[in-house]
C-alpha cells in the first residue's frame, strides 16, 4: 500500500497543477519505498534532492499562475509556500549533517504538507481560477 495516495479531495481542478501534485505525492511514496527497503543515505539522499527541487519547481509552477490572474490570496499563499520551502531545506541540511531523521519526521511533515496545503490553499486557487476559466 501506498504512503500517500492522491484521491479527488486533492483536486484543484487545473490541470498542471494536479498533475505536479500527483507526482509529489508518487515522490514521496518513492522516499518511503526506500526507507522501507532499508537503502542507504546517498540514494535517500537524492531522492530527498530530486524532491526539494521539484517541490520549489512546482511551487514557481502556482505562483506564476496566481499572478498571472490576480490572485486575491497570493500574497498569503505564497508565504506559506516560502515557510514550507524553508523547513523543508532545514531537514534536508540535518540530513546532509549526518543526523538521523529521515524516517517518521520527514515522511509525517511531508505527508501533512501535502495533504493539508493541497486540500486547504491550493484547492482554493482552483475555484478562483476555474471561476476565470483556467482548468
Ligand atoms: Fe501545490
Ligand atoms: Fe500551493
Not at 490541470?15 to 543515505?41: I, P, S, T
Not at 506559506?80 to 520527514?106: D, P, Q
Not at 496545503?117 to 486557487?125: E, F, L, M, N
Amino acid at each position: 500500500m501506498a504512503f500517500i495516495e492522491w484521491t479527488e479531495q486533492n483536486k484543484t481542478n487545473v490541470k498542471v497543477c494536479d498533475d505536479q501534485h500527483k507526482k509529489l505525492f508518487a515522490m514521496v511514496n518513492k522516499l518511503y519505498d526506500a526507507m522501507r527497503e532499508g537503502k542507504g543515505k546517498e540514494v535517500m539522499g537524492e531522492i530527498l534532492n530530486e524532491l526539494l527541487r521539484y517541490t520549489l519547481y512546482h511551487f514557481s509552477t502556482e505562483e506564476e499562475l496566481m499572478e498571472k490572474y490576480s490572485y486575491p490570496g497570493f500574497i498569503w499563499h505564497k508565504k506559506e509556500h516560502t515557510e514550507l520551502a524553508n523547513k523543508a531545506k532545514a531537514l534536508k541540511e540535518r540530513f546532509e549533517a549526518g543526523e538521523f531523521i529521515m524516517s517518521v519526521e520527514v515522511l509525517n511533515f511531508l505527508k501533512d504538507w501535502l495533504n493539508n496545503h493541497t486540500v486547504g490553499s491550493d484547492k482554493k486557487y482552483g475555484t478562483f481560477l476555474n471561476e476565470k476559466g483556467v482548468f
